[in-house]
């Protein structure tokens, strides 16, 4: 009997494309301000997009390009949790000049946002083609391998990353796939199904346009669209971006009033209910901390104890390692995607 495949990508799947590719060196998706500098303004096109000159609430709190990964995601974090503190809140501050906090994290917030997509379209730029001649990356060749075999009758990937690198590979070797929900999304007869919770530079509003690039300060910390809303465009420019789907990370999508998050996730946990004892779950890159945890457990809590489940990752996390086997009977552990090899050749 045919089996389904669902695999849970995090950062590390990126991370792991970019060391086998060799652009880990000019592409920094752990350190998200290394870079920074280098990005171009979307109004002059000229380098110094992380500058004090256009985001000065970001630039105010620390962030440079020169500071260490641990200060970076320590920034990102402080800024995150007070926007959804920030956005839970019950009742708003009173008006008037003695009752003024300070909302600089909630304005760094928007900065945040929007500085990520701009972040991300310039990395994915850098990358101008990703196949080669010898362009032997195992996941791709896996992902290939159970698009065409028999084997397998269907494939879910869940992804948390903002990057298109995965959507690229696929068009590039001609594989069909669906991004379920989104304007120009579904594909007939596609085996392959995208989800991406947190977002991505692929998702553009209905109303986004061509026009002078700015920082919605006065805007809700988190705008509200449904999946609906947005269209799929891997054509990527640089453009204003008027409700923009992206997560930063750290940030919990499930305390965020984000519709297309939430239907989103809705369809992830769906589709992980229907694995069984037959299929398999694959996970790689995942990091279990405050920008995936929750999701994951929602996932892991709601999956047959009996599926096939094996984890990638060099350096995985402790507590993942031990809910997944306390959870799951059939659970291996792999250091590298190059332990895929034996499936497909």
């Known amino acids: 009997m045919a089996k389904k495949l669902y695999l849970v990508l995090g950062n590390g799947f990126s991370i792991d494309l970019l060391s086998h590719i060799g652009k ?7 350190n998200l301000f290394r870079y920074g500098a280098d990005v171009t303004w979307p109004c002059n096109h000229m380098a110094g997009f992380l500058s004090y000159r256009h985001y000065p609430n970001l630039w105010n ?12 995601m320590d920034l990102v974090e402080r800024v995150i949790t007070c926007a959804n503190v920030f956005a839970l809140r019950k009742k708003n501050v009173p008006h008037g000049l003695e009752n003024n906090t300070n909302k600089i994290y909630v304005d760094a917030y928007h900065e945040l946002a929007l500085y990520l997509r701009s972040l991300f379209t310039f990395y994915n730029s850098k990358v101008e083609r990703i196949l080669s001649d010898n362009f032997d990356w195992p996941w791709a060749k896996f992902i290939e391998f159970a698009n065409k075999s028999s084997e397998y009758s269907e494939i879910n990937i869940v992804t948390y990353n903002y990057d298109i690198w995965l959507e690229r590979i696929l068009l590039e070797l001609k594989i069909p796939f669906s991004v379920p929900g989104l304007k120009g999304g579904d594909v007939d007869g596609a085996k392959i199904n995208i989800y991406k919770p947190h ?7 209905k109303t986004q346009q061509e026009s002078d690039y700015n920082i919605p300060y006065g805007r809700d910390i988190f705008p509200d669209a449904s999946t609906n809303h947005f269209n799929l ?3 990527i420019v640089l453009s204003r971006c008027l409700v923009n789907a992206m997560i930063p990370p750290a940030g919990d999508s499930t305390r965020m009033a984000n ?19 037959n299929d398999e779950l694959m996970i790689c890159g995942i990091s279990y901390w405050h920008v995936d945890r929750a999701e994951l457990d929602n996932i892991l ?14 350096n995985p996390n402790k507590s993942l390692n031990a809910v997944l086997t306390s959870m799951f009977s059939n659970y291996v552990y792999h250091t590298s995607s190059y332990s895929l090899k034996g499936r497909y050749e």
Do not use: C
């Open 24 to 30: 880990k060196d000019i592409i920094d998706v752990v």
């Open 61 to 72: 709190l620390g962030a440079r390009p020169n500071m260490s990964p641990e200060e970076a």
């Open 199 to 205: 977002g991505s530079i692929s998702f553009y509003h």
């Open 233 to 235: 465009n891997h054509n």
């Open 259 to 277: 519709t297309w998050s939430g239907q989103t996730s809705q369809n992830v946990i769906l589709e992980a209910g229907e694995l069984t004892a």
């Open 301 to 314: 809590v709601n999956v047959d104890p009996l599926v096939n489940v094996y984890m990638f990752n060099p």
